[in-house]
């Protein structure tokens, strides 16, 4: 069992709850017969759970000792799972109401839990999901008496990826509404090691930077209010201790997997304990819970390595790739695709299409994707979103015929819509100005001239998804980019009372992925890419619909460098969105070598972002070779193990990262200099994941090292003259 109960297995706790991966282990008590659900222990395995010394039950500086002691300090100190508002735990709680009488006071205490093989369902949310043997679920229900309401903590093992997720169930078992005005999914109540928060900041094109503060008394809160997970700020958050690398140190981690507004942070209280949080951001949110019903919430994976931020990478990657992404194209090499945005913006048409395709094919890329400006009278970016009918103007001979074309060339063809907007100046909002989002009488905001559909309506989530499918099922589209170009502002419903507007940011992503789940039932074999201008919502919610996200709008390799090294401390590389294009680049204007670009973009997707009948003829030349390449190693970047090596957003010199294979007979590594340098001698780098008993062949010198060697004594980078430039260092095993 990898949940375990204990009764009464000492002093001063009343349930002993022991939740154990592979090598890490939680463990949860009720504290004296009073109910309190107090966190005990989080961390590496353990072979003894006596706690009785180690809960700090009596230290209180006023009143008396045990059970007859003040409950407000003790209140105030205690490690709480999931500490409620009120009550006189003034540290930031995890819920709070409103009451019809309008007080804010709860407190859940425990009355009785359930251990089952296998994890439920959250309703109507992306969630990770396992076989009976992979997880097991605790559900300790408590409640509050005085309100009548019911509280689920659930926590699910992944026994095999040291993984512990956490979500929670609020249900209202009074005669009268009440509202919850904040419902995290997880708390962690821990005595400081002297934590630091590391965290993924950005900016549009500039997305998932990787940031590291000092975790003082002032709250380090990390948030998106902007309706979706955000450019700026990503639902993770993880404690290192200050020797953390990417071998050593402890690391307490959380990922959100949800797509809308959350909170996350970190604070020291008054006695220097640390207390870390993560859920549905709580500005503008307000859930009215009637009578018998229920609120779930969005779940929290959260993940212990004492061996670094690389063993904490991997835990998720893994997670991610077993029991979060459905799609059938999870552990397929995905077609090589070239996307036409960079390479027409909004002026293309049928011929054009075709002679991008045509020469692609013969490079031996696979399919093309149709991007933004198809549809309506779109020609720029002011008009026709939500009129999703093919502009014959453009396509001349209509959709089919182009798919037909693009088929006929050997290759699958992709479409890109942003279903969730409306332009004003739109057919639709003509017809359904109520449609948007916004608030009557009031001017509503624009960004890149849209509006936000409501799709916490029904009936704008169904129309929406007509247009959609019967756009899907005219033609043989085999893939979609579904865009989402702005974020949430006026937040008005015109359907919503008054009293439930608090509602509309989360109901809104409930609609976004109850129309992504009906995509998916009606075309299961699709590829969808997700994409948010760029890597706006690139978030574990969207990977249980999509395989892949758009890493970003900024193609820049050099750039990408720190925007995929900060993607991929979370998530598995055959998630990641990643293209050549032409330079200089669009976004920065830098020129990179063909060669560098195609290296960087190999630790994605893969695909091409650019008009292939006007670059560069040596440019041209390169491709079949990239194509080969793709072919040859994806297998092992997709399903690999990933290693971090050096960065460049730290060195400002190098980048250097790896993927070994799981049987550790093949790996991959990708040395980028960006800065050239003279008179140096040459750079001697330190492989990691390598069988130190296995002797490896490299490719390029096509000389034999053992692992050992390879790790311990390292290996010489050969000279590279020049800025920007790169190598791809290939080894498999030698049994020569
Ligand atoms: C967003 C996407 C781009 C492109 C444009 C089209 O910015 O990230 O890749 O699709 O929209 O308008």
Redesign the pocket.
């Known amino acids: 069992m990898h949940i375990r109960h204990f009764e009464r297995p000492f002093e001063d706790v009343k349930d002993l709850f022991v939740i154990s991966t592979k090598n890490t282990e939680y463990c949860i008590g009720t504290v004296y017969d009073e109910g309190y659900v107090s966190h005990l222990y989080y961390g590496k395995k353990l072979n003894d759970h006596d706690f009785s010394g180690l809960i700090r039950i009596n230290e209180y500086p006023y009143g008396r000792a045990g059970k007859e002691r003040e409950k407000c300090s003790f209140h105030d100190c205690l490690s709480f799972e999931y500490p409620s508002h009120g009550i006189g735990d003034f540290r930031e709680d995890c819920l709070s109401v409103e009451t019809a009488g309008g007080n804010s006071a709860c407190l859940p205490l425990f009355d009785s839990f359930e251990i089952i093989e296998g994890k439920p369902k959250i309703t109507g949310l992306p969630a990770t999901f396992g076989k009976k043997d992979e997880v097991t679920t605790l559900i300790l229900h408590c409640s509050d008496k005085v309100l009548k309401l019911n509280v689920d903590l659930i926590y699910s093992s992944f026994y095999d990826n040291d993984v512990i997720t956490r979500s929670v169930k609020i249900s209202n078992n009074a005669d009268g509404y009440i509202y919850l005005k904040k419902v995290y999914s997880a708390c962690l109540d821990m005595d400081n090691k002297d934590f630091e928060a590391l965290s993924l900041h950005g900016s549009w094109a500039r997305e998932r930077h990787i940031e590291r503060t000092k975790v003082t008394h002032n709250k380090t809160i990390i948030e998106s209010v902007r309706g979706e997970s955000s450019h700026q700020d990503s639902p993770f958050l993880a404690l290192t201790t200050p020797d953390t690398t990417q071998e050593t140190g402890e690391v307490y981690a959380m990922n959100f997997v949800y797509s809308g507004n959350f909170r996350t942070g970190a604070f020291l209280d008054q006695f220097d304990h640390i207390r870390m949080f993560m859920g549905i951001g709580p500005e503008d949110f307000k859930w009215k819970l009637v009578p018998g019903e229920s609120f779930e919430t969005p779940e929290v994976v959260m993940t212990y390595s004492d061996k670094g931020l690389g063993k904490m990478t991997r835990s998720f990657h893994d997670l991610y790739r077993e029991h979060l992404i459905r799609s059938p194209y999870l552990h397929k090499k995905r077609p090589i695709l070239i996307?036409n945005?960079?390479a027409t913006?909004f002026e293309f048409d049928t011929e054009k299409l075709i002679a991008i395709a045509r020469q692609a094919s013969e490079l031996g890329i696979e399919m093309l994707v149709m991007?933004?400006?198809w549809f309506g009278k779109r020609d720029n970016?002011s008009c026709s979103l939500g009129d999703w009918t093919v502009n014959e103007n453009k396509l001349k001979g209509g959709l089919k015929y182009l798919v037909d074309e693009i088929n006929k060339l050997g290759m699958k063809f992709g479409i890109?819509f942003?279903p969730e907007m409306i332009s004003p100046d739109s057919d639709l909002y003509r017809a359904h100005p109520d449609w948007a989002i916004h608030i009557k009488g009031r001017e509503g905001v624009r960004s890149?001239n849209q509006f936000v559909l409501d799709l916490s309506r029904k009936d704008v989530c169904d129309h929406i998804y007509e247009q959609v499918a019967s756009i899907l099922r005219s033609a043989n589209i085999e893939y979609v980019?579904w865009?989402m170009?702005r974020q949430l502002t006026d937040i008005g419903s015109a359907e919503l009372p008054a009293d439930r507007m608090g509602e509309l940011f989360h109901r809104y992503v409930l609609g976004v992925y109850s129309l992504q789940e009906r995509l998916m039932t009606e075309f299961p074999n699709l590829l969808l890419e997700n994409?948010?201008?760029?890597?706006?919502r690139f978030d574990p919610g969207m990977l249980y619909y999509s395989p892949q996200i758009?890493c970003?709008?900024d193609t820049d390799a050099i750039e990408r460098l720190s925007i995929q090294e900060g993607t991929a401390l979370v998530y598995p590389l055959s998630t990641m969105g990643a293209h050549v294009s032409d330079c200089p680049n669009h976004a920065v204007g830098r020129t990179t070598p063909f060669m560098t670009r195609g290296h960087v973009a190999l630790a994605g997707t893969f695909g091409y972002?650019l008009d292939v009948t006007r670059i560069p003829k040596e440019d041209v030349s390169m491709i079949p070779a990239q194509v080969e390449e793709y072919h040859r190693y994806n297998d092992l970047v997709r399903e690999g193990d990933y290693y971090r090596l050096a960065s460049y957003s730290a060195n400002h010199t190098y980048d250097l990262y790896g993927v070994v294979s799981k049987d550790k007979r093949e790996a991959l590594f990708t040395f980028v200099q960006v800065l050239g340098s003279v008179n140096r001698k040459s750079r001697r780098i330190y492989f990691r994941g390598l069988d130190p008993e296995l002797r490896y062949r490299i490719d390029e010198n096509e000389r034999t090292y053992t692992g050992d060697m390879l790790m311990n004594a390292g290996y010489l980078i050969p000279e590279i003259h020049g800025d920007f430039v790169s190598i791809l260092i290939h080894m498999e095993v030698y049994d020569g």
């Open positions: 996307n945005w960079e913006y991007d933004d400006g970016d890109w942003e890149r980019k865009d170009n994409c948010s201008g760029g890597g706006g758009w970003s709008d972002e």
